[in-house]
């Protein structure tokens, strides 16, 4: 099966992910039930994520593109390029706010999950076009982030006072610039090299993992001990898991 093959079924199934959240509320799944399952799902999604990036995506990328300043530069360019998206997003819900910042809501949530998207299906797509089997990986990095990130959406959708109905379809139509960027990066392969979008892939799902979701699984102070625990011990499960893929590759 061709690259082009592969990008298209990787963005239709991302689409497709964007459907949990609502599928758990129409399952009957309570608000907070939601909510319990995306601490665990978020500490996994961080281990990853990070794993990925450390352990596949900079040493594919140190192969395709060399040991060269440049792909130190093309990393630090994805991790900032989403730290700036973010900023863009929260600045302009402050301004139009005119009030203390809050998490970002409606529309300015499905504005930021498009640019996400499209940012993310570019460094797939190269990913599949540089190899297949990098290509999979770095979707199913994708995948384990946007579990948790796409019940978050749905709940902050409905407590913004959209229906349900409503929710569904605006996070699935938010996901499908993540095919558009897969399909940008499978025609502009065709003219230019598109290698540095693993490093530039790199640093986005390094920044995604350390400053988004770390975070969030550090911001409730009053948690167990073994609460806690059991977030730790699936970070270094989600770590573990790559590095043990990373090793099956090698060999």
Request: glycine share 10%.
């Amino acid at each position: 099966m061709g690259s082009l093959a592969w990008i298209i079924i990787a963005g239709l199934v991302m689409a497709a992910i964007s459907l949990e959240g609502g599928l758990l509320a129409l399952a009957g799944f309570s608000g907070e039930t939601i909510r319990r399952l995306m601490r665990p799902l978020v500490a996994l999604a961080a281990g990853t994520m990070i794993g990925g990036a450390l352990l596949h995506m900079m040493p594919e990328g140190l192969e395709q593109c060399g040991e060269s300043l440049s792909f130190f530069i093309w990393v630090a360019a994805g991790f900032a390029i989403f730290f700036a998206l973010e900023q863009l997003i929260h600045w302009h819900h402050c301004n139009r706010a005119n009030a203390s910042c809050k998490e970002p809501v409606g529309y300015l949530v499905i504005v930021g999950d498009c640019l996400h998207h499209l940012l993310a299906g570019l460094a797939v797509g190269g990913a599949f076009v540089v190899d297949h089997r990098l290509g999979i990986t770095i979707w199913l990095l994708a995948v384990a982030h946007e579990v948790p990130k796409e019940l978050g959406d749905f709940a902050v959708l409905v407590h913004s006072g959209w229906s349900r109905r409503q929710a569904l379809l605006y996070n699935f139509l938010s996901d499908l610039p993540f095919l558009l960027g897969g399909l940008i990066a499978w025609y502009g392969s065709r003219s230019i090299d598109v290698s540095f979008l693993i490093p530039l892939a790199a640093g986005q799902f390094i920044y995604i993992g350390a400053s988004d979701l770390v975070p969030e699984i550090n911001r409730h102070e009053h948690e167990k001990i073994s609460v806690n625990m059991v977030n730790f011990v699936l970070f270094v499960l989600g770590i573990s898991f790559m590095g043990a893929i990373a090793v099956f590759h090698h060999h």
